[in-house]
């Protein structure tokens, strides 16, 4: 699916981005709101977060620091799938690190997977009450990467 072009207030965020990390954070914006129909964006807390049936999926964190563009998941364990680009270890955030426009690309399809797995367990909780699918199964554990120097 193809992303709409973002809001005025979406386009005003990202067009105050310098270079980099500009171009590659337009594509993540791109990837996430072209993955699946139910995904909005929107900025909060003076940066971009995607949500989805009122429930946030993630957002640019450290973005203005020389290191690499991260998305913080707040509660990417929940999400069902094996995703191995996503980090993290504990009970709750998991995280998404892009070096540059080109890592962003390889892993494009993967992070519009997450997208459509965060927007289906919103419904599926949404309709049975707080409870994910039963098709769904226990996300393995994700293990976190050295980070590159």
Not at 12 to 35: C, H, Y
Not at 70 to 95: C, D, S, V, W, Y
Request: net charge positive.
């Amino acid at each position: 699916m193809k992303a709409g072009k973002p809001g005025p207030e979406v386009e005003k965020w990202l067009a105050a981005l310098s270079e980099p990390p500009q171009q590659a954070m337009r594509r993540v914006r791109d990837v996430i709101a072209g993955a699946d129909r139910r995904i909005r964006d929107h900025v909060k807390y003076n940066t971009l977060n995607f949500e989805s049936g009122g429930s946030d999926l993630c957002a640019f964190v450290q973005w203005k620091k020389k290191t690499p563009i991260t998305l913080m998941f707040n509660r990417g364990a929940r999400i069902q799938g094996k995703f191995p680009h996503l980090e993290g270890e504990g009970p709750t955030a998991r995280f998404m690190r892009f070096a540059d426009l080109e890592e962003v690309e390889a892993r494009a399809g993967e992070l519009g997977k997450i997208a459509v797995a965060w927007c289906d367990l919103v419904a599926a909780e949404a309709k049975g009450g707080g409870k994910p699918p039963a098709s769904a199964k226990k996300a393995p554990k994700q293990t976190a990467r050295p980070r590159k120097s």
